[in-house]
T-cell receptor, first 111, second 115 residues
């Protein structure tokens, strides 16, 4: 499985943007970049995914480096509800491809 | 898109007993998964289930584990003879491959405590 590297923890003030980095220098051409998050006492939750181009959805934006060896999840205006562990995961194909979770980044939001 | 519902939310069982964890995804999905998370550790893949068959399983998923989709709607994980180290959160997941609801949707989990 292609590996990702994320900081163990980050803090951000409420209502400010948050940039969560992920390095994936061994990414292959067919790997999609997924981001999931896990709120306390809950299952993982899909946030966003992309292949090459930057992506936006109602939850977040995903900025992918031109060489695809890194990406950044952007929460435009953090709320207390965004406090969670964020996982950056590479997955080659969809459907039958399992997700391999790392330790992720624990995001703390400061009121 | 409706949530994945798991039952029970918490189960306590004695070592050596059989447990069945249940998941209710939408019946027209093809891809289902079980994951587990031991307290304080990573989320770990157990097994994937495609078209009513196991398509991949991890080293954790040994002969003590089995999965079924008995009625086309429910999806179950059975542990035949539980061990203390089976204590964990167990998450069921389904995959949606296209459209605005794309992604893997996880249930809120069953906390299994083996005593």
């Amino acid at each position: 499985d292609a590996k990702t590297t994320q900081p163990n923890s980050m803090e951000s003030n409420e209502e400010e943007p948050v940039h969560l980095p992920c390095n994936h220098s061994t990414i292959s051409g067919t790997d999609y970049i997924h981001w999931y998050r896990q709120l306390p006492s809950q299952g993982p939750e899909y946030v966003i995914h992309g292949l090459t181009s930057n992506v936006n959805n109602r939850m977040a934006s995903l900025a992918i480096a031109e060489d695809r060896k890194s990406s950044t999840l952007i929460l435009h205006r953090a709320t207390l509800r965004d406090a969670a562990v964020y996982y950056c995961i590479l997955s080659a194909v969809f459907g039958n491809e399992k997700l391999t979770f790392g330790t992720g980044t624990r995001l703390t939001i400061i009121p | 898109e409706p949530e994945v519902t798991q039952t029970p939310s918490h189960q306590v069982t004695q070592m050596g007993q059989e447990v069945i964890l249940r998941c209710v995804p939408i019946s027209n999905h093809l891809y289902f998964y079980w994951y587990r998370q031991i307290l304080g550790q990573k989320v770990e893949f157990l097994v994937s289930f495609y078209n009513n068959e196991i398509s991949e399983k991890s080293e954790i998923f040994d002969d003590q584990f089995s999965v079924e989709r008995p009625d086309g709607s429910n999806f179950t994980l059975k542990i035949r003879s539980t061990k203390l180290e089976d204590s964990a959160m167990y998450f069921c997941a389904k995959a949606i491959l296209q459209g605005k609801d794309y992604g893997y949707t996880f249930g809120s989990g069953t906390r299994l405590t083996v005593v």
